[in-house]
């Protein structure tokens, strides 16, 4: 009887080993170049951070959360800030909002116009598709081999996972936005002479916004669970602080970084799903000022020709 121990085993591990091992040896200046706007990016954020005061970054948040959401938000927002203070590590919560920061960011600037192009064009869109669907469905950790390999160890390589992990969902979510919009909007936009780029700008986009800050909000989720994962590999901040804890069987320090995080990680949940909200609200009570142009002068192109038409029938 055949048994599944009596076939030959293929060496995978060995084929991706040497794969690795290949691409950082050949490609290294560009992963060099690769690392270093991460870098930059994540040193000037936590350089501006770390410098803060700590009460009058207090409110600031309380402000920003104010504009944003509501004053029931600013006033969690301002409580948990000062319980993760009281906690005795505002310093490491701000490396991890510095890292999350950074990815979101990146994030934004890479997902956004993936989004687009996948959304207008359904041959990205395929390609696209499934490399989502494996970076969203491979294990955290599984992340971090390649990721040593090719960049390294510490803070700036753990952005490098941050952005790779949180990535996917707003380059999803931008496209489901814009593939929603109205069709009959784009086709007045259509009718009356508006460019790609005028579609685009004055009418895809403003109406995809409450669907793409939703995604917004998965990414900044995301984020900060890779986070506290990317302490693995040497990464600073809140997940070290658990890390240390566990790895020292000190539970209460492990138990003061888990709290720290989960503090963070609602405060920024509720600022951007209350915005997302707020502009899902604004979208669907009023469209932007192009659409309505687009819609009113599809209407009165319409009532005209039915005035035209009028005549007609009547002295047929």
């Not at 919009?181 to 007045?188: I, N, T, Y």
């Not at 989960?262 to 915005?275: F, G």
């Amino acid at each position: 009887m055949l048994e599944a121990d009596d076939l030959n085993v293929l060496p995978v591990d060995k084929w991706i080993q040497d794969g690795v091992e290949w691409l950082a040896y050949n490609f290294r200046p560009l992963f060099v170049a690769m690392k270093w706007p991460v870098e930059s990016l994540l040193h000037f954020n936590e350089t501006i951070l770390q410098a803060t005061p700590f009460p009058l970054f207090v409110i600031l948040v309380f402000v920003l959360a104010f504009w944003l959401a509501s004053l029931p938000v600013a006033f969690f927002s301002a409580v948990a800030l000062i319980v993760i203070a009281a906690l005795g590590v505002w310093a490491d919560a701000m490396t991890t909002l510095s890292l999350i920061t950074t990815a979101i960011l990146i994030c934004t600037v890479i997902g956004i116009p993936i989004g687009v192009w996948s959304a207008r064009n359904d041959r990205v869109w395929g390609i696209v598709r499934p490399i989502l669907d494996i970076m969203q469905t491979t294990p955290t950790f599984v992340y971090l081999v390649p990721v040593v390999m090719l960049f390294g160890v510490g803070t700036v390589p753990g952005g490098v996972a941050v952005v790779v992990a949180a990535a996917p969902p707003l380059i999803r979510f931008t496209n489901l936005g814009i593939r929603m919009v109205d069709k009959e909007l784009v086709e007045a936009g259509h009718a009356f002479g508006a460019n790609r780029r005028q579609l685009l700008w004055e009418i895809q986009l403003p109406l995809a916004v409450p669907t793409i800050l939703g995604g917004l909000n998965q990414t900044v989720l995301t984020a900060m669970v890779m986070s506290v994962v990317v302490a693995m590999i040497g990464a600073e901040g809140l997940g070290l602080v658990v890390l240390q804890g566990l790895g020292r069987l000190d539970v209460g320090r492990a138990a003061v970084g888990g709290i720290a995080i989960v503090l963070l990680a609602m405060v920024l949940d509720r600022i951007t799903q209350a915005l997302a909200s707020s502009r899902k609200t604004t979208a669907g009570r009023k469209a932007p000022f192009a659409s309505r142009a687009f819609h009113a002068l599809f209407a009165s192109r319409k009532a005209e020709e039915m005035k035209q038409e009028e005549p007609a029938a009547r002295s047929a």
